[in-house]
């Protein structure tokens, strides 16, 4: 049977949706059912967006994968639920209510037992979702009209070794680009993003880093920053002059202090 079953009532019209992620979803996602390679992937894409397209659902599939992490004795089931832990963070947050019972579940795994159990690297995992918990939590959902995409998803699934420019420290960012530019003394997406935005018109165009870009162009810009992509294709200032406002916005530890 499906582990999950929601109404939802919208309001003002009073139409009850039913939405449903059966059991076995999760199940072919983690390897515990046979599924092909492909398939497994759409099904990561299915969970997640249905989790950001419908806040109620969220809580419901964090619920869910702790139940399939717990005491789980197969290391590929076990990695994949963990992968999903840190896809799904790094779209949508649990609700506020729900939000210090997850972090209390992911907290027990930081503990260094836990580096390497069964082979699967789980308190890297853990030390991932808990910073992105604490970040999520603060920011809210991805933000966009646009469903997540298949690339988003992958780049969220690979972050706990492949981690990010964004929601990191300077020194995190400064170690990521050190194999790409390893003489840059400054954060080369600082660089970038600084010479996109003038190579775009900055300087004749009204409201720059006042009028926001269209957020559906500043995530996609976003994803190819995060693998050192170069975009060729953009022409409005807008877009980098946002997304360079949205890395200083969610460093982890901001530039002018919260006690200020």
Known sequence: KPLIYLNVIWGGGGVVEHLC??????????????????????????????GWVNPPLRDEIFIQLARQTTGNTHPQSLLHGWELFSTCLGFFPPSPKFAMY?????????????????????????????KRLERMTQTGAKKG?????????ERA?????????????????MDIQQKRHPGLEIPWIVTFLTKFVLQCGAQKTEGIFRV?????????????????????????PHVPASLLKLWFRELYFPLVPDNY
Not at 31 to 50: C, H, M, N, Q, Y
Not at 111 to 119: F, H, L, Q, T, V
Not at 145 to 153: C, G
Request: aromatic fraction near 8%.
């Open 157 to 173: 699934r690979r972050a706990p070794f492949n981690p990010s420019m964004f929601g990191n420290t300077l020194d995190d960012v």
């Open 145 to 153: 009209l646009k469903k997540p995409t298949a690339d988003e998803v």
């Open 102 to 130: 997850l972090e209390g579940y992911i907290y027990r795994h930081l503990e260094p037992d836990r580096a390497n159990y069964k082979g699967v690297p789980v308190s890297v995992h853990a030390n991932h979702c808990y």
């Open 21 to 50: 992620i059966p059991f076995l979803v999760l199940q072919m996602y983690m390897g515990d059912k046979r599924a092909k390679k492909d398939v497994v992937k759409k099904l990561g894409l299915e969970i997640v967006t249905r």
């Open 212 to 236: 926001p870009g269209d957020i559906d162009e500043v995530n996609s810009l976003k994803t190819k920053v995060d693998s050192f992509e170069e975009s060729k294709n953009l022409r409005d």
